[in-house]
């Protein structure tokens, strides 16, 4: 019963490298997020899915691109990382009924240097 | 679009006393959900309690409650007997029922501590 996985928990990544954050879900969910969290401004939505082959921008999509192939995985690619993405990102996902509760990865903390 | 505010960002409270975290929003919708979320120092996002807008009738979980005030759009959560695990930040959250995607949209937080 693994709920939401996110890979990997930790990481440090130079100024202008690359990475993608993987996300995966095995409730059979619709809805996938990825979201951002730094400290005083709380979470903030960066892409979101509505179900596989989709997506679409949240709040604060920019320097960040997603992907959704197979319904339970949602990726989050950094093309060219800057200081600005240091942050702690975390996955969720959702039936598509809006009463539902959003279950949550357990976070990803990212640094840039 | 919808906007979270929590205008404490600290707050304490006396181990086996009452506290009360304050939330309120912006929407111009009717039907909606709220949420209350936990994150403790391991990260994890917890859901605590959640309120359906067409419900007048205050959600209540054990030690947790909210007072739901639909036309002042304020959705507070009074945790009774506080116990050391209560302390943890805590996230009002907003869910919308018509917008695409029915996005989640956090307030800033509190941090609770809890003194023993």
């Known amino acids: 019963n693994a709920g939401v996985t996110q890979t990997p928990k930790f990481r440090v990544l130079k100024t202008g490298q690359s990475m993608t954050l993987l996300c995966a879900q095995d409730?059979?969910?619709?809805?996938m997020y990825w979201y951002r969290q730094d400290p005083g401004m709380g979470l903030r939505l960066i892409h979101y899915?509505?179900?596989?082959?989709?997506?679409a921008k949240g709040e604060v999509p920019d320097g960040y691109n997603v992907s959704r192939l197979k319904k339970q995985n949602f990726l989050l690619g950094l093309e060219s990382a800057a200081p600005s993405q240091t942050s702690v990102y975390f996955c969720?996902?959702?039936?598509?009924?809006?009463?539902?509760?959003?279950?949550f990865g357990q976070g990803t903390r990212l640094t840039v240097v | 679009a919808q906007t979270v505010t929590q205008s404490q960002p600290e707050m304490s409270v006396q181990e086996a006393e009452t506290v009360t975290l304050s939330c309120t929003y912006d929407t111009s919708e009717s039907d909606y959900y709220l949420f209350w979320y936990k994150q403790p120092p391991s990260r994890q996002m917890i859901l605590v309690i959640r309120?359906?807008?067409?419900?007048?009738q205050n959600a209540t979980e054990n030690r947790f409650s909210v007072n739901f005030q639909k036309a002042a759009k304020s959705f507070s959560l009074k945790i009774s007997d506080s116990q050391l695990g209560d302390a943890a930040m805590y996230f009002c959250?907003?869910?919308?029922?018509?917008?695409?995607?029915?996005?989640?949209?956090f307030g800033a937080g509190t941090i609770l501590r809890v003194k023993s």
């Open positions: 309120q359906e807008a067409y419900k007048q």
């Open positions: 969720a996902s959702s039936y598509q009924v809006g009463r539902a509760e959003a279950f």
């Open positions: 409730m059979n969910h619709e809805y």
């Open positions: 959250a907003y869910r919308s029922l018509r917008e695409y995607g029915n996005k989640l949209v």
């Open positions: 899915s509505v179900g596989e082959g989709t997506t």
